[in-house]
């Protein structure tokens, strides 16, 4: 019930690709969705996050796309560049206890030149 | 110093040793998390402090056992560990832990258990 599992797990393309990241969750009381980028030798940072009010969201060349009937999320990232090149975790949550984030297994990303 | 601090970065230790990780925070957020990072695993969320108390312990073995001293400070004091141990164990801060706060990472501690 508190699982999320993302896919793929490794994902390599070219510059000016579309790199898309999927999640799904079995929670229906999941309500907040944020997503995470990891360098390395960094920590997660948030990248983008979703409420289920929308089914859509966009900041700059990241957009997340939310579909709540199949309980399923995903990260598109426009245009990409070498420099998007990392880890990406989902993650879900309920948003009145934000503490207790459930992560995916993360993707790692390469964006070759 | 800015953001979300951890000390040391690497760290080396043999299973009858015993360290402590350090994680500080210069946010003013008076809510604290330890996370265990593993290869091709989801990060498990290991300990929340909420100014100051505990709140959560996610079922982690006594051979770690976290203090929060004060809002900006958290230990993570290591005794007896496991090869299996052995992974990046980050530290995170929000403002509270309501409300879908943003958590803040720090750059982890790289522990190898011999």
């Known amino acids: 019930q508190q699982q999320v599992k993302q896919s793929p797990q490794s994902l390599i393309v070219q510059k000016g690709g579309i790199p898309i990241i999927n999640c799904a969750y079995e929670?229906?009381?999941?309500?907040?969705f944020p997503w995470y980028q990891q360098f390395p030798g960094k920590g997660p940072a948030l990248l983008i996050a979703?409420?289920?009010?929308?089914s859509e969201k966009k900041e700059g060349r990241f957009t997340i796309s939310f579909n709540k009937s199949a309980k399923q999320f995903s990260l598109h990232i426009m245009d990409s560049q070498p420099g998007d090149s990392a880890t990406y975790f989902c993650?879900?949550?309920?948003?009145?206890?934000?503490?207790?984030?459930?992560f995916g297994e993360g993707t790692q990303l390469t964006v070759n030149p | 110093e800015t953001g979300v601090t951890q000390t040391p970065r690497h760290l080396v230790m043999g299973m009858t040793n015993k360290k402590s990780l350090k994680c500080e925070q210069h946010l003013g957020h008076n809510a604290m998390y330890w996370y265990k990072q593993s290869a091709k695993k989801p990060l498990e969320l290991m300990f929340v402090y909420n100014f100051k108390e505990q709140t959560e312990n996610n079922s982690v073995p006594s051979r770690f056992s976290p203090e929060c001293p004060n809002s900006s400070h958290l230990f993570l004091h290591l005794h007896t560990l496991q090869p299996e141990d052995s992974a990046l164990y980050l530290c995170?801060?929000?403002?509270?832990?309501?409300?879908?706060?943003?958590?803040?990472f720090g750059p982890g501690t790289r522990l190898l258990v011999l």
């Open positions: 929670n229906t009381a999941f309500d907040y």
């Open positions: 995170a801060s929000s403002q509270d832990t309501t409300f879908g706060e943003t958590q803040y």
């Open positions: 993650a879900a949550s309920i948003w009145t206890s934000g503490s207790r984030l459930t």
């Open positions: 979703i409420r289920p009010d929308v």
